[in-house]
């Protein structure tokens, strides 16, 4: 199992330098917009991540009324 792990690995770094070593240039266009979307992609992801785990977050960051509400005050 082992060896065949190295094997594995040592064929991905391979791939990787040889693809390095042999790249050419592309000649492409790519338009001003694209790193707006990239920043859009990225907020989406975020907000989008915040709204699913929002109970927990508010579990972890709100306060307990609870708690608060017992203490008499002075």
Known sequence: ????LKYLSVTLLLIIALGVTFERR????IDPGSGLL???SIGA???GTLFYFRRRLKAIFGRD???EAS???R
Request: charge should be neutral; charged fraction near 20%.
């Open 1 to 4: 199992m082992i060896n065949r």
């Open 26 to 29: 592309a000649y492409a266009y």
């Open 38 to 40: 990239i920043f859009q």
């Open 45 to 47: 992801i975020v907000s």
């Open 65 to 67: 009324d609870k708690v």
């Open 71 to 73: 203490v008499e005050p």
